[in-house]
């Protein structure tokens, strides 16, 4: 958010107090009016109609653009992220190439961020965060949105993990395995790092032996033995294995 705040803070000018007239002020003084209401006042609904009022009545002005940009923010700001998303893929179907389209990926990617829902809850809303957010990294690596978005892909990575564990616990617990191997698979297959992987692997494991496929089950519990010797599901599934299938276990196991 700091970062957000600083991107703002750059195309900020001065600060003015009294409403303008649009059709006789100029578009950098109806700007700082719309900034003040924004940042100073926080008065988010009126700082989105002044800024559309720089688009409306001055849309050929450089003032123009950063007044669509914190359009977009304000709108972010209040929670409105539809709206903001809204005039943000208009910004970036227009000006893909302008100087302010990685902010305006990385604030698109933001709208979908602050909607990320409960693991138990429908993931559609993630899933479209999670590709965001990797758009920026891959279009923009070396600007402070692809550091910030990275960091942030690793939560919406944890929760599509979380979500897809849940599921498959609720598929095992109906003795649907195949079902639940499928999530358990996903978990591991795309977010490897994260912290649902161990759990997937012990699923795993506790399945095939369930199944009966004994040389699946000492693969998946090897793979957790390799990654996470002293985590709390290998010492599970190590136990499992001992108690199910103590043939799998080395002589010194």
Partial sequence: MKKVLLAICVLLGACATEAPDPETTSPEELYNYAADLLIERREYTRSVEAFDQIDRYYPYSRWALKAQ??????????????????????FIKLYPGNRYAPYAYYLKAMCDYARLSDPRRDQARTEDALAALNEVVARFPDTPYAEDAKK????AADYLAAHE???????????????????????????????????????MTEIFLILGLDDQAQKSAAVLG???????????????IGKHAPHLLSPKG
């Fill in 165 to 203: 564990l849940n599921v498959g616990r609720a598929y095992e617990m109906k003795s649907e395995h195949a079902a639940a191997l499928n999530r358990f698979e996903t978990v591991v297959r795309l977010y490897p790092a994260t912290q649902s992987v161990q759990e997937a692997l012990y699923r």
């Fill in 152 to 155: 942030k892909t690793v939560l």
């Fill in 226 to 240: 390799y990654n996470y010797p002293d985590g709390v599901w290998y010492a599970r599934a190590y136990a499992l």
């Fill in 69 to 90: 940009i914190m359009a977009a923010f304000a709108n972010y700001v209040k929670k409105d992220y539809d709206d903001a998303e809204i005039l943000l893929e208009r």
